[in-house]
């Protein structure tokens, strides 16, 4: 047969137009071809349909001999773009429909056998009708006699064979007989069965119990039914009323449904109604229709166009490398769908995956000493890697520079090296890069409108989660301070009695000195003494004015300076944080302005007048004042300078310090007592300073327990918003990880095993043995030895911090504490300052370390980091296969199976992959028969290798095609464990000879 194309394509299974069901010029029943030539009509009609019909069944009724013109004329040149020819001999049953025409059943035959047309004709006589006591068989003679013997007077031979074919009828039974001890024609014949309601079983659906019966014994013989209903189609799919396993017990399983032109005249030869075109993936053979039966869903499609799989942008035509003697063909053709690299060991299979890595920029991560290009690179020479891709682009690369970095950034092709799979299935704990491809997938899954700009998931993971860390940061240091406060104000409270007995004590010390001093005091002088003691005090009150107006002042002009240092270094620092922590905000420099920071009142102003106020307010109490006397050189101490009705406060203290030292000159007797005098006198007035500052903490002290109460309600609004920052965290992580587990809720079989969770951890034996580290646990109280205090924890606090909200976590949490308060005291180690103790007490007490957020990725159940490395591997392929859907590119596996025990490939994944490859291109290295044939696999590539060649490398071959290809199926037979097994496996159920 001279085709301008392959009939058994190396790129494998393809889809091609078939038109099953077709009638010639000739045909015994309704012959409508009409013309001087109706033969050249039928042929041009086929050579011209669009798009091309590329494998015809040429049906009659009862016979053989139009299929057997047709394959004459194609000997002679013409349909030259048809690959497969096959006699497709349509029958009518002896069981009437309701519209009262009989069943037409077809046998359609395979052509490959050089004596098929004998044996299909010598098979027909096996049928025999009887009529007015006479039997007829089928073949054109008989069928003329029967139709002459109904209808006397027929003398044209044609319109007597049109007669006898429309009363010859076949009984199932003797069908099914005949069928059944025939070993050939079990072999070559497919069944197929018309579902229309005129002529095909549909039209027996109002029929009796045992008519029903009847019909499904029609159906269960058939392999396929030649119908375009798409409810139809859906019901022999297993995907309307009846299940798949309804339809294996009672049918003998799903069936394919064809459609053909079923035409009767040129007009209609190739037009079926509505462009509803049968078309069929495999190669141009009989056998294709025999994986069409296995594989209906898979390999049949009606419609105007096929299915579309992978991008063109994103399918490898071919691999070809250049200057490379050592592979035979130079290059390998690919299908874009599931394309199997089968071989034994050693002969190539993963060199062909390392090429199309290296030709799609994807081989650097993987190069390590199972690569081949890393072990053959002495070899390769100017060798290059080019991949063609159906969108007409090209890439590529030389073998000897595919390790350079720059090519990691973009790679064409996604490649799991077997390394690369060894080490993401690894035992030893839940590998980094398993992790990164976890969340890459997660990331992907989110649609790009909704990754805020992020390019990675830990960008986007940052992005979802800033807001709830943020506030828990801020909340953990509101905390803290809440908690140091408390501790402060509970230190000073508990030191209320040392200060009151301080405060008694310096009281007693001064009345002392005062008495002291008075002693020293020679009699005749007590007026003056009691003038000095009144001048003493008032230069007191007055030095602490002073004091209090010089630190006024101070703190006004450093005020002044935190305002300078403010608009200076701090508001333009934290504008240029902002600016760069919300750059994505997309702000111009001019709304930025509108963010600057400054005082909302006119502060230079204020405090300049203020500053002003507090430096009068110093001159006039420290003075000299105008009104004072000068300062004259030997005055007389007798005279005073300050009238004695005058008002002390009003005076300045420069006047009152030279009063005050007047009389201390007066005072003392001698020079001795009067210097006894002075110091005395500058104790007592260092006492009473001291004396008022205690007097100030007493008083403060006091307004104590309404200030505990303040902030132990403010520590406790902070631990409860802490908790709110974490809930918030673990809702902005589900948020997060929401596409991808809605796609996963939504799967069933293996995949709906796998489950996305996030997960509150709460690491309380950590949190116990802290605090266990700040008390004393040999003392004798509820915490003694280790363990009690954790088991406290697990009762009053385990269940509020793992599943409570913030409001319950705060509420557990203040009532452990109250109710432990006391035991803590008990277990104080001696010897520690408790000032510290109860700080580090309360900052471990409130602490929200010990609680984290995280994701976490379950099979069936059990967290990924405990699966068994097989696990693992299913785990990663339903990754790969089935969640990753975003990306698209080529992905190439290097041997799968080897982590994973063949039940579980075949459970978990032959479907998975047969999804998968309905929307990105697949290449797999394998040794597993389950994985080339359960899969369906478009295109197998069997890789050989020659005998070895000293100093050079060994030829490799690579031999492709599709598993209807005899000789490919034979490959896959010798080289795969169980790979004749899973073929008879396949085909037995369906009872389709392969």
Not at 166 to 179: C, E, G, H, I, P
Not at 580 to 587: K, S, T
């Amino acid at each position: 047969m001279d085709n301008p194309f392959d009939v058994q394509s190396k790129r494998g299974s393809l889809w091609h137009r078939w038109d099953p069901h077709i009638h010639t010029p000739g045909t015994a029943l309704n012959d409508q071809y009409t013309g001087s030539d109706p033969w050249e009509s039928f042929l041009c009609a086929i050579e011209t349909s669009s798009p091309p019909i590329r494998a015809l069944g040429i049906t009659d009724y009862f016979g053989i001999e139009r299929y057997e013109e047709v394959v004459n004329a194609q000997r002679e040149g013409r349909l030259r773009n048809v690959g497969l020819i096959f006699p497709n001999v349509e029958l009518r049953l002896g069981i009437e429909t309701a519209k009262a025409s009989a069943i037409n059943i077809h046998l359609l035959f395979s052509p490959h056998d050089a004596d098929h047309v004998e044996r299909i004709k010598r098979f027909l006589l096996e049928f025999e009708f009887p009529y007015l006591g006479e039997s007829y068989r089928c073949q054109r003679d008989d069928l003329i006699r029967l139709g002459r013997a109904h209808k006397r007077g027929l003398t044209d031979d044609d319109a007597a064979r049109s007669e006898g074919a429309n009363q010859f009828k076949v009984n199932f039974d003797q069908l099914r007989q005949a069928l059944s001890k025939n070993e050939w024609v079990k072999k070559n014949t497919l069944i197929a069965v018309a579902g229309g309601e005129k002529d095909g079983t549909s039209g027996l659906r109002d029929a009796t119990a045992s008519f029903a019966a009847q019909r499904k014994n029609v159906e269960g013989l058939a392999h396929i039914v030649f119908s375009a209903n798409p409810k139809q189609i859906r019901f022999w799919l297993g995907k309307e009323a009846a299940s798949v396993e309804e339809l294996e017990s009672q049918y003998n399983g799903c069936k394919p449904c064809l459609h053909g032109s079923d035409a009767h005249s040129a007009a209609k030869a190739g037009q079926p109604d509505g462009e509803r075109l049968c078309w069929i993936k495999g190669d141009l053979a009989f056998d294709s229709l025999r994986q069409a039966c296995i594989e209906p869903e898979e390999r049949v499609f009606i419609g105007a166009e096929p299915p579309r799989g992978a991008l063109d942008s994103h399918t490898i035509n071919s691999v070809n490398v250049t200057n490379a003697p050592w592979i035979t063909n130079g290059g390998v053709e690919l299908n874009s769908g599931l394309v199997a690299v089968i071989g034994a060991r050693g002969s190539g299979k993963t060199a062909l995956v390392d090429l199309i890595a290296a030709g799609g920029l994807a081989l650097s991560p993987h190069l390590n000493e199972r690569s081949f290009i890393l072990r053959a690179k002495q070899h390769l020479g100017d060798s290059q890697a080019e991949l063609q891709w159906a969108s007409g682009e090209k890439t590529g690369n030389e073998l000897t520079q595919t390790d350079m970095e720059e090519f990691l950034a973009s790679p064409y092709v996604q490649y799991l090296s077997q390394q690369f799979v060894d080490q993401l299935c690894s035992a030893e704990g839940l590998d980094d890069a398993l992790v990164a491809e976890i969340e890459r997938v997660i990331f992907n899954a989110h649609p790009l409108g909704e990754r805020q700009g992020a390019d990675s998931f830990k960008e986007l993971l940052d992005a979802y989660l800033e807001g709830s860390r943020l506030k828990r940061v801020r909340q953990q240091q509101a905390l803290t301070k809440a908690s140091a406060d408390l501790t402060e104000e509970r230190v000073k409270k508990d030191g209320l009695k040392a200060l009151e007995k301080d405060r008694d004590e310096r009281k007693r010390a001064i009345e002392k000195d005062k008495s002291d001093r008075k002693s020293l005091v020679a009699k005749g002088n007590e007026e003056r003494a009691k003038r000095h003691e009144q001048i003493s005090i008032a230069v007191d009150a007055k030095r602490q004015l002073v004091d209090q107006a010089k630190r006024r002042q101070q703190a006004l002009l450093h005020l002044q300076n935190d305002v300078d240092d403010f608009r200076q270094r701090q508001a333009p620092a934290l504008l240029a944080e902002l600016q760069e922590a919300r750059e994505p905000a997309g702000l111009s420099a001019t709304d930025w302005d509108a963010f600057k920071v400054d005082y909302i009142g006119a502060v230079d102003t204020l405090l300049a007048e203020r500053i002003k106020q507090a430096g009068q307010a110093v001159a006039s109490l420290q003075g000299p004042s105008k009104s004072d006397p000068p300062v004259q050189a030997n005055a007389d101490p007798t005279i005073s300078l300050i009238p004695a009705g005058a008002n002390l406060a009003d005076q300045t203290l420069s006047l009152l310090e030279r009063e005050l030292a007047r009389l201390r000159a007066l005072v003392g007797v001698d020079q001795q007592n009067a210097k006894r005098f002075t110091t005395l006198s500058d104790k007592i007035t260092k006492a009473e300073t001291a004396l008022a500052k205690v007097v100030q903490q007493i008083e403060r002290i006091q307004g104590a327990d309404e200030r505990i109460r303040a902030l132990v309600d403010s520590r406790r609004a902070a631990y409860a918003a802490t908790f709110e920052a974490i809930v918030e965290e673990e809702k902005a992580l589900a948020d997060l990880y929401a596409p991808i587990k809605a796609r996963i809720d939504s799967a069933a079989g293996s995949l709906s095993k796998l489950s996305f969770s996030v997960r509150r951890n709460v690491d309380i034996r950590k949190w116990a043995e802290m605090g266990e580290s700040l008390l004393d646990l040999r003392t004798s109280g509820p915490f003694k030895g280790r363990g009690e205090l954790l088991r406290a924890a697990h009762a009053g606090l385990l269940p509020a911090w793992g599943t409570g909200d913030a409001a319950q976590a705060a509420a557990a949490l203040f009532d452990f504490v109250k109710a432990n308060e006391g035991a803590l005291r008990t277990h104080m180690p001696e010897n520690v300052e408790f000032r510290g103790w109860a700080r580090s007490i309360s900052d471990w007490l409130y602490s929200t370390d010990h609680i984290t957020v995280s994701y976490g990725l379950q099979y069936d159940g059990v967290d990924i980091e405990q699966l068994s490395p097989g696990t693992r591997g299913i785990v990663l392929l339903l990754l790969y296969l089935a969640i990753d859907a975003e990306d698209d590119r080529p992905l190439i596996i290097d041997q799968p199976e080897e982590n994973l025990d063949p039940q579980s490939i075949f459970q978990e994944l032959v479907h998975r992959f047969r999804d998968a490859k309905k929307r990105r291109q697949i290449i797999i290295v394998t040794h597993n028969a389950n994985l080339v044939v359960n899969t369906d696999a478009d295109q197998v590539i069997v890789a050989q290798c020659g005998p070895h060649r000293p100093g050079q490398l060994p030829v490799i071959t690579y031999d492709c095609g599709s598993l209807e290809n005899p000789r490919i199926r034979q490959h896959v037979c010798d080289i795969l464990e169980g790979g004749e097994r899973a073929f008879k496996e396949r085909a037995k159920r369906l009872r389709v000879s392969i």
